[in-house]
């Protein structure tokens, strides 16, 4: 392990208390971005378009409406957006009802831990309430968290800090007192935005250098949250 490597698996020996948690939900939770972002390829494919991997990349934790900007941006506004999005979409599902959405590491243990210190916990995600729920059904999640915010739910999405603010009044938890746990650029910035103290478990791609600034801590996964929460002063 390399002293970076070190450095971004620690977390601060004290800090003021926890009194709740929000999660992100897609690279977070759920190991879903893989599948997602195969979706989208294999969407462009269907219409006789190549979509590299990089570039599908860039949407990660972006709201819809952002995702849509970027494509259109790339490749014209005569690009069969609809269509695009809604393929997209079916291969999704079709790839996450035929078992292949798993959960991340840690996010068991850390959720019973969760339950042992009777803290608050909700979910502020960019994906639509549908694939939220249906997604959390699969999983074994549903039931497992007091709130979940979703795009449905909001005027504006991450980076903006809306999502997280409305997170944080649905469990009763002002966001200094809260954690928010994100894998993305986007998540994170909302959260920091939002008052959370922020720690990023990357998932598809590394952590920006303004995202590194900002963030709480860095760390390779669930269970560094977990092992830090049970050390802390609650």
């Not at 004290?14 to 997602?36: H, K, N, Y």
């Amino acid at each position: 392990m390399t002293d970076r490597t070190r450095a971004e698996t620690s977390l601060p020996a004290r800090t003021t208390p926890i009194r709740g948690v929000v999660f992100d939900m897609d690279g977070l939770l759920l190991d879903s971005e893989t599948l997602a972002m195969d979706a989208l390829e294999e969407a462009a494919r269907d219409l006789g378009h190549d979509m590299p991997l990089s570039f599908c990349r860039r949407m990660i934790g972006v709201p819809a409406d952002g995702c849509r900007k970027l494509v259109r941006e790339e490749y014209g506004a005569d690009f069969p957006m609809e269509r695009f999005f809604q393929l997209q979409e079916e291969h999704l599902r079709r790839y996450v009802d035929t078992g292949r959405l798993v959960l991340k590491e840690g996010v068991e243990p850390l959720l019973e831990l969760l339950d042992e210190l009777q803290l608050p916990r909700a979910i502020a995600t960019s994906s639509s309430r549908y694939r939220a729920d249906h997604h959390l059904k699969l999983a074994g999640l549903d039931g497992r968290f007091d709130a979940v915010v979703t795009r449905d739910d909001v005027t504006r999405g991450k980076p903006d800090p809306e999502p997280y603010l409305k997170a944080a009044e649905r469990i009763g938890v002002a966001p200094e007192d809260g954690l928010a746990l994100e894998d993305s650029h986007s998540g994170a910035l909302a959260a920091y935005a939002a008052g959370f103290r922020v720690v990023v478990v990357p998932d598809l791609l590394p952590p920006s250098e303004d995202v590194r600034e900002k963030a709480f801590a860095v760390v390779e996964s669930l269970l560094h949250v977990r092992d830090w929460l049970r050390r802390v002063d609650m």
